[in-house]
């Protein structure tokens, strides 16, 4: 069993940045795939980034490549995602995920609210 928690979030300003990070519990962190993904209010949650259990391939949504960046530090079993030139359609609430396997995740944290003002 993994439990996932969420922190970093918070109000900024378009333009500024913010680092969330998702330290999780369990043996096996670096055996699991990891991801974020967000939901803004009255849309559904999409994934915004993934990175593979080594930290080496990583993978990003059109809508934050260039702005965003994922890393991993195994042995503090903690994902990390940086968020640079913020813009108001990324207010939304930010999710970190394990373990994908046969198209599912396997486990989700509880979600931290980021929240840009124009």
């Known amino acids: 069993q993994v439990q996932l928690v969420e922190s970093g979030g918070g109000l900024v300003q378009a333009g500024d940045s913010l680092r969330l990070s998702c330290a999780a519990s369990?043996?096996?962190?670096?055996?699991?795939?990891m991801g974020w993904f967000r939901q803004a209010p009255g849309k559904e949650r999409e994934s915004v980034a993934h990175i593979s259990e080594s930290g080496r391939t990583t993978s990003y949504a059109d809508s934050v490549k260039g702005r965003f960046t994922i890393s991993r530090d195994n042995a503090k079993k903690t994902v990390y995602l940086q968020m640079n030139s913020l813009k108001p359609e990324d207010t939304a609430v930010y999710y970190c995920?394990?373990?994908?396997?046969?198209?599912?995740?396997?486990?989700w944290g509880q979600g931290t609210q980021v929240t840009v003002s124009s």
């Open positions: 369990g043996r096996t962190f670096s055996g699991y795939v």
């Open positions: 995920a394990a373990d994908f396997r046969y198209g599912v995740w396997s486990y």
